[in-house]
């Protein structure tokens, strides 16, 4: 496979070097195109960590597990284009911008498999405005006051030179609900102090659909925050209404949207809203699969 790639690509080179510069811009720009919608059709979650003394001070987690196999499929995409010169280069860059990456092993197996067998990702072509970037909270380290920071959070608010172009790419963030519920301050500020975000996806959902009542919600219009759909974040309002309006303020404040996901259906179903009255949910789905669906009397007959 990799012969005939190569005998590929050496027939397209000599063909290309006799076309004007026009021409070639206007092909590459096509195919650019065509590989940047395939790659919107299949968006990635990235795993994304920091060091503030680090020479990429917010970099993906190359896990090997996924990284590899999403970078491959985007790299075989766009593999001509970008090794041909810096100006098709750029025409990559431009719309699927690399994004640095470092070699992390989850465990002790995949460590001893592959370490010696793959070589690491320096870079990996991310989609911004189709990826998801999970911002990891977990890994933290002791600070000359002996406080227990978030790395990456501090990457964020010290982050300088090529890190702070690096940190626009980052438009549409998750982050774990129970984290964010707890946060301290500053963690917040962190997040809302990335240029480019759009919007944090949360996951505080129950496993089941609740039985449809007597007067089931509209989507049309915007909901108190139900314990039957979030029982988690309905518990944080039931504590302290207020708290998590004070918490994320800086977020909705630079213009974030807060969403989350429902049931097994895409992060962004549902949106939670800061008004007047608290807490508000916006359900961002037409169709209402709320609830659990309505027994038949096939069912009903089979029960019995």
């Known amino acids: 496979m990799a012969i005939q790639n190569n005998q590929q690509d050496a027939i397209i080179s000599s063909l290309f070097r006799e076309l004007p510069m026009e021409i070639k811009l206007d092909i590459f720009e096509k195919l650019i195109n065509k590989a940047y919608a395939e790659i919107a ?7 994304v960590d920091g060091c503030e003394d680090a020479m990429d001070q917010i970099y993906i987690i190359d896990d090997y597990n996924q990284s590899h196999r999403a970078h491959l499929r985007r790299f075989q995409l766009i593999r001509l284009a970008s090794q041909i010169n810096s100006t098709t280069r750029e025409l990559v860059n431009r719309r699927l911008p690399r994004f640095p990456s470092y ?7 995949n460590f001893r498999t592959m370490a010696h067998k793959v070589k690491p990702l320096r870079y990996i072509w991310v989609c911004p405005k189709y990826d998801r ?3 990891e909270a977990f890994t933290r380290r002791y600070n000359d006051d002996g406080d227990n920071k978030n790395t990456l959070e501090n990457a964020i608010l010290n982050a300088t030179g090529k890190s702070l172009e690096d940190m626009k790419h980052i438009q549409r963030a998750r982050y774990s609900d129970g984290l964010l519920f707890d946060a301290r301050k500053t963690e917040i500020q962190a997040i809302a102090s990335l240029p480019k975000l759009k919007s944090i996806a949360l996951w505080p959902c129950p496993m089941a659909r609740p039985k449809r009542p007597a007067k089931p919600h509209s989507h049309g219009e915007l909901q108190p925050v139900d314990q039957e759909f979030y029982p988690q974040l309905a518990a944080q309002i039931n504590e302290d209404p207020t708290r998590l309006l004070s918490l994320w303020k800086p977020l909705w404040d630079a213009g974030v949207r ?3 996901g429902q049931h097994w259906v895409a992060e962004d179903s549902v949106e939670i809203v800061c008004t007047d009255e608290g807490l508000r949910l916006r359900f961002l789905l037409e169709e209402c699969n709320c609830y659990e669906p309505p027994q038949s009397d096939d069912d009903d007959s089979e029960k019995q």
Do not use: S, V
């Open 133 to 135: 970037f999970h911002l």
């Open 258 to 260: 807060i969403t989350c």
């Open 103 to 109: 070699r992390h092993f989850t465990n002790l197996f």
């Open 41 to 47: 059709a299949d968006p990635q979650t990235w795993i």
